[in-house]
């Protein structure tokens, strides 16, 4: 089933765990991938440098009570219940001293213990919380669309729906810190833009104007102008991503979430819903080649907390079993209101990138240099 567009000659990285099922990776004379060498060069002096100022913490904290002094809430956070979000929330009140708005995006796929992971957080940290529940048909629309698109970006409509919402809403009522939980502790590696696209909502206007049915009124949209000039120049939007400012090991954090807070994990630690796990487990691989876990293990390698050997095996083995793989396909057909015969002759199309429809991909990487020249921008994007 697997249709890569370009073969060439085996190799993995002998640091990390990438390999040549990203066509684009360059290797220098120790077989070094660029990703490596980038995370050496580019990311860890900065992030070094970050955990190292043990005053940068309670810096960035007296900045923000200064700088909203008077308002009910210092920032704004977007919750999902997963580890990054629920930690972030702890950090920001009881290690910032900050009272954080707590923001859901209800895309319909949500799992029950990750609202559980919110209600358990939200109650104890005594936070308000606001939650956007999606438009369902609006949703499951865009959602079918982009799987008739061919393209391997199928987390796209939700994703774009979680981020447009939440800073949207921020900047309507005047919040202007959003607290985010990227970190690079597991956030150091990018997966390839021919794996996973950008937030381009010229891309997905194009896919659903193509394959949608109906209108998308409700459904909230962020186009990347907005996102990156106009809200953070003429509104005084900013982002501050405080999990880079502390001691972030993912086991120790959640250890440390479960026994406060009673925070559940989520079954598979790759996976947060059954559509993700089906998305990165099933389509992503079998469809396409490409398996996202080379791209979490090579962060782990990087960061030490898994050892290259212990990646490789856990690489062989699948991500997924067969019989689950195929209660998840039946499962999101019927959700998505098709049947199974028609659901899978759709996977059966011919595969597809973000060049075959129209798309703003210049824009965002001329925004990126632009960013990384300014050193706001660290990862790199291919
Ligand atoms: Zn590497």
Redesign the pocket.
Known sequence: MSQLREKRKYQR?T??V?DTSDSKIVFDEKG??D??NDYYKNILPGWKAKLEDKELLARTAEEIKNNTAGQKYNCIIGMSGGVDSSYLCYVAKELMGLNPLVYVVDTGWNLKVADENIKRIVEALELDMVTDTVDWEEMRDLQLAFLRSQLPYQDLPQDHAIFASLYNYAVSHGIKYVLTGANSATECIRPPIEWVYQNDLTLIKDVHRRFGTGKLKNFPTCGMIKYRLYYPIFKGMKRVAPLDMVEYDKEKVKAFLTERFGWQPYSNKHYEDIFTRWYEGCYLPEKFGYDKRKCYL?NEVLVGTVDREAAIKELETVAYDKETMRADTAFIADKLGVSLEEFEEILRGENKTYADYKNSWWVIQLGTIILRALGAEKKKFR
Do not use: A, F, P, R
């Open positions: 990285c640091c990390c990438m070094v991938c990703y490596c090579s």
